[in-house]
Nanobody, 113 residues
């Protein structure tokens, strides 16, 4: 059974930084692409960033240049470094392993002064 556990969310002021982590188990992590999504209140879940098994990355236009997705295959973990945070980045952030149907429980990120 695939399990994804996110951590690292919290309250941060505009312009601040956070680093999210997602620990995966139950899959051969090395061969899977991984993704981060987010869902703000009363909005649809949106794709934030993806990383292939080989390390190729893609980003939503709204986070390009501010967020960085990375992975540590030895630790079965994917990260999302978020810099220059804005109030509009406030959302629950979810980790996903495409093709597995598995989602984590999410971690709340709140950007507010």
């Amino acid at each position: 059974q695939v399990q994804l556990v996110e951590s690292g969310g919290g309250l941060v002021q505009p312009g601040g930084s956070l680093r999210l982590s997602c620990a995966a188990s139950g899959i051969f992590f090395n061969i899977y692409a991984m993704a981060w999504y987010r869902q703000a209140p009363e909005k649809q879940r949106e794709l934030v960033a993806t990383i292939t098994s080989g390390g190729r990355t893609t980003y939503a236009d709204s986070v390009k240049g501010r967020f960085t997705i990375s992975r540590d295959n030895a630790k079965n973990t994917v990260f999302l470094q978020m810099n220059s945070l804005k109030p509009e980045d406030t959302a629950v952030y979810y980790c996903n392993a495409p093709g597995t149907g598995a989602w984590g429980q999410g971690t709340q990120v709140t950007v507010s002064s």
